[in-house]
């Protein structure tokens, strides 16, 4: 039975023709052209094997508890990250890089009580960021400000500490009142007398104590340093001053029996 050869130099042609494979998609993820769908999968990681080509990623409803260094394999043109209701509670400052072009982020609904600029600074194209009923109480303006295209900010349902550490968060969001969502669930938690109270709702005047009495860690600083040397240095003083109080009052008396002998005597 006869059959066609095809002549050598065609073959590689018609191999670099042929279209390349389809990515993988994670066993435990549905996914169609540009979006991976891992909700509700019990998953306690981010899967690795992510197409490149991924625009989308839901990884909401799993068990993902902390994102450690390079989290996510490199996803060039991953704009959308989606991780709402894990039990996630750390963050490291490594774990988002490779994710540049993200434009959205949602974090919200679980267990963060701490970050750091470092998280945020590969992600220079985010302009939605989702932090919505996770356990924060305090959240430094240096963290928002490391990201440059940021518009829209979600921040409600947080057990915020209305104290005089808040005064820095508050600043910021007045500053940037068009960039802050759902501004009315942005509430006191503690102090007690404070619960409920809006954050927004502050004024300048609200924070007039915090303003005069404040002290920069250097004031601690110098004060730990200088008190127990002013310490030392008023017993020396008064040790000295008590010497020249005690030698002044022998020289006096020695000088008042030269004069009167036998007043001392009887003395």
Not at 60 to 75: A, D, K, M
Not at 117 to 139: D, H, K, V, W, Y
Request: aromatic letters at 10%.
């Amino acid at each position: 039975m006869g059959y066609w050869r095809v002549p050598g130099p065609v073959l590689p042609l018609l191999l670099l023709l042929r279209p390349p494979p389809s990515p993988a998609c994670p066993a435990a993820c549905r996914c169609s052209p540009g979006e991976v769908d891992c909700r509700e999968r019990g998953l306690r990681q981010v899967p690795w094997s992510l197409s490149t080509n991924t625009s989308t990623l839901w990884l909401g409803y799993n068990f993902i508890t902390v994102l450690g260094p390079r989290s996510f394999p490199p996803l060039p043109g991953l704009r959308r990250l989606s991780l709402p209701h894990n039990r996630l509670e750390l963050i490291h400052g490594q774990a988002l890089l490779g994710l540049g072009a993200l434009q959205e982020l949602d974090l919200s609904n679980n267990y963060l009580s701490v970050l750091t600029p470092e998280i945020f600074l590969p992600l220079t194209s985010l302009a939605r960021l989702n932090l919505g009923s996770n356990r924060l109480g305090e959240l430094e303006p240096v963290v928002l400000s490391a990201l440059p295209q940021l518009q829209a900010l979600l921040l409600q349902d947080n057990p915020w500490v209305c104290s005089c550490g808040i005064l820095p968060l508050w600043r910021w969001l007045s500053h940037n009142r068009e960039k802050v969502q759902e501004k009315s669930l942005l509430l006191c938690r503690v102090p007690e007398q404070l619960n409920k109270y809006p954050i927004m709702a502050f004024g300048d005047e609200s924070f007039r104590q915090c303003q005069e009495t404040s002290l920069s860690s250097e004031h601690y600083i110098t004060f730990f340093i200088i008190g127990p040397f002013s310490f030392i240095a008023s017993i020396f003083f008064c040790t000295f001053m008590g010497s020249v109080i005690v030698f002044y009052h022998n020289v006096r008396r020695e000088s008042h029996c030269w004069r009167r002998p036998q007043v001392c005597r009887v003395h």
